[in-house]
């Protein structure tokens, strides 16, 4: 199994910025994509960014020039800053740890965070 805990989320003001992380334990071995995902009110969830672990990073049009995923690989850290806020980014937002291979995938989900901007 694999545990991901999240923290920094909250409400924030239009054009604010956010920094959400995400802390993976347990069998992390078997992990090589982590990303943030997320959900608003009668809205699916949805990709927002991955990074594998050759640091390649994937972002949404909706959040690229804005969001940036790092992490920190010592700490099996996910970091998700986020500026330039706008109202629709307005959502609960999940870790996800993911082990893909070729013609098999498995992911694992934090409990999510919310973060609210305000107009």
């Known amino acids: 199994q694999v545990r991901l805990v999240e923290s920094g989320g909250g409400l924030v003001q239009v054009g604010g910025s956010l920094r959400l992380s995400c802390a993976a334990s347990?069998?992390?071995?078997?992990?090589?994509?982590m990303g943030w995902y997320r959900q608003a009110p009668g809205n699916q969830r949805e990709l927002v960014a991955t990074i594998t672990s050759s640091s390649s990073t994937t972002y949404s049009d909706s959040v690229k020039g804005r969001f940036t995923i790092s992490r920190d690989k010592a700490n099996n850290t996910v970091f998700l800053q986020m500026n330039s806020l706008k109202p629709e980014d307005t959502a609960v937002y999940y870790c996800?740890?993911?082990?893909?291979?070729?013609?098999?995938?498995?992911?694992?989900w934090g409990q999510g965070t919310q973060v609210t901007v305000s107009s």
């Open positions: 347990g069998r992390i071995f078997s992990i090589n994509t």
């Open positions: 996800n740890a993911a082990s893909i291979v070729p013609g098999f995938q498995y992911h694992y």
